[in-house]
């Protein structure tokens, strides 16, 4: 081999090796480029993906208290509806009763006895005391009848007698046992309250009936 | 002979510092071009980003239109709805309140 092939073999060698050099670094480089990059995309999507996610979340939030506030106010506005209903019925009934009061209407004064002698059976007979408003103290009520039942039904001598002061009421009335033992509150309002939710319910069935 | 072993040891040395200065030469492209990329990759991750927040803050503002649709169109219907019952009560006002009048005085 002549000297100027064998330089020339050294020297297209090193060549060689520098394109190879140069090959391998640029694959290196490009590589790592490659993963690092990866690596912050990947990040950046997972990043975008929890900020789209927490969007969708709170707009379901957000629907959801919308129809919340909508099914609590129509909750709201007919239970007011109906509650506002019910005591202008009640209201209206108590007129009623206090016009057929006014009128000594069979109907009111059977109420009264019936009443009358119910609460004196509650209170066990005796010596009572029948408290009434000032319109209906007037109504004549069969008392010795009544206590001549009770005293039957309770087997305890009984004497009904009016109380000579009249009470605040729309009607009905309180009987009292003479030695302040014990009373029965049948005035209507007090009947009303105590019977509140059923005539609610009452009401309400009428509108659903029909 | 000596020289012409000399003259390939030159070209030897000269091949290998070569090389040598083309590593370091080249571990510096490589490093800025990794530092390019980077850059090119943040940039990628701030528009990512970017476009995210830009169609979370839609499908937000979509659900609060969507909302308060929902609130217009549920309270109209809330009000017909109490017409509704309204006009309902006003039939049925005289029978429930001969009713309730019942109720107190049957007892």
């Known amino acids: 081999m002549s000297e100027d092939r064998i330089l020339e073999y050294v020297k297209k060698w090193y060549e060689n090796q520098r394109a190879k050099q140069e090959e391998d670094a640029k694959r290196a480089a490009e590589n790592e480029a490659r993963i690092r990059t990866q690596r912050i995309i990947a990040e950046a999507e997972q990043e975008a993906t929890h900020i789209i996610e927490e969007a969708q979340r709170e707009a379901k939030r957000l629907i959801r208290t919308a129809q919340a506030e909508v099914a609590k106010t129509r909750s709201y506005r007919l239970l007011e509806e109906k509650g506002a209903f019910c005591k202008q019925v009640i209201d209206a009934a108590l007129q009623h009763i206090a016009k057929l009061a006014e009128a000594r209407d069979r109907n009111y004064v059977h109420f009264l006895e019936r009443s009358i002698a119910q609460a004196a059976i ?5 010596h009572l005391v029948l408290y009434l408003n000032e319109r209906d103290h007037g109504i004549h009520i ?8 009770v005293s039957k039904i309770t087997k305890t001598e009984t004497k009904i007698a009016k109380g000579r ?6 009607g009905g009335f309180v009987l009292k046992r003479a030695d302040g033992s014990g009373d029965a509150d049948y005035r209507l309002e007090s009947l009303v309250e105590a019977r509140r939710e059923e005539i609610y319910r009452k009401i309400l069935e009428l509108t659903r009936r029909k | 002979m000596d020289e012409v072993l000399t ?9 290998d510092d070569q090389l040598k ?10 490093r800025r071009y990794i530092v390019e990329a980077f850059e090119e990759a943040k940039r990628k991750r701030e528009q990512l980003i970017k476009e995210a927040r830009r169609r979370a803050e839609e499908i937000v503002q979509k659900a609060r239109e969507e909302a308060r ?5 549920g309270l109209k219907q809330v009000e017909v709805e109490v017409q509704q019952l309204r006009k309902r009560f006003e039939e049925i006002r005289d029978e429930a ?7 107190l005085l049957s007892i």
């Open chain 1, 165 to 170: 002061k009249t009470i605040d009421t729309v």
């Open chain 2, 69 to 73: 649709r929902i609130q217009e169109e």
């Open chain 2, 7 to 15: 003259k390939i040891l030159e070209v030897e040395q000269q091949g």
């Open chain 2, 21 to 30: 200065k083309a590593a370091r030469e080249l571990q510096v492209i490589k």
């Open chain 2, 97 to 103: 309140i001969m009713l309730i009048v019942k109720e």
């Open chain 1, 122 to 126: 509650e209170l066990g007979g005796g």
């Open chain 1, 142 to 149: 069969e008392l010795s009848k009544i206590s001549e039942e």
